[in-house]
């Protein structure tokens, strides 16, 4: 049973990245799959979140209106756009699925390992 978070890189700012989350072991589509940041010397943050159920999702303010969380449920991918990168974006990305109390809280089941996101010129 593993996660597998993949997609970060090198960016300039205004750059776009997608990561894309997939398992192996069990399928994605029965929980709830949350990307977390680890920003260099700050405390890990949900960035985005999307419930199983009804597909209904959670952004957090400073990426509002720049990442998009999707699922491909034929792939069985979970993925997470990210457009006009700001420096204050860079971090480790994770993606965790379970079915946590809230959207935001770190209590997932499964964590994947992170990709390094880099916004810099």
């Known amino acids: 049973v593993q996660l597998q978070a993949s997609g970060g890189g090198l960016v300039q700012p205004g750059g776009s990245l997608r990561l894309s989350c997939a398992a192996s072991?069990?399928?994605?589509?029965?929980?709830?799959i949350g990307w977390f940041r680890r920003a260099p010397g700050k405390e890990r943050e949900a960035v985005s979140c999307?419930?199983?159920?009804?597909?209904?999702?959670y952004y957090a303010d400073s990426v509002k209106g720049r990442f998009t969380i999707s699922r491909d449920n034929a792939k069985d991918i979970v993925y997470l756009r990210m457009i006009n990168l700001r420096p204050e974006d860079t971090g480790l990305y994770y993606c965790?699925?379970?079915?946590?109390?809230?959207?935001?809280?770190?209590?997932?089941?499964?964590w994947g390992q992170g990709t390094l996101v880099t916004v810099s010129s």
């Open positions: 072991g069990f399928n994605l589509d029965r929980y709830d």
């Open positions: 965790a699925a379970g079915w946590p109390p809230t959207l935001t809280s770190p209590e997932y089941d499964f």
């Open positions: 999307i419930v199983n159920t009804d597909g209904s999702t």
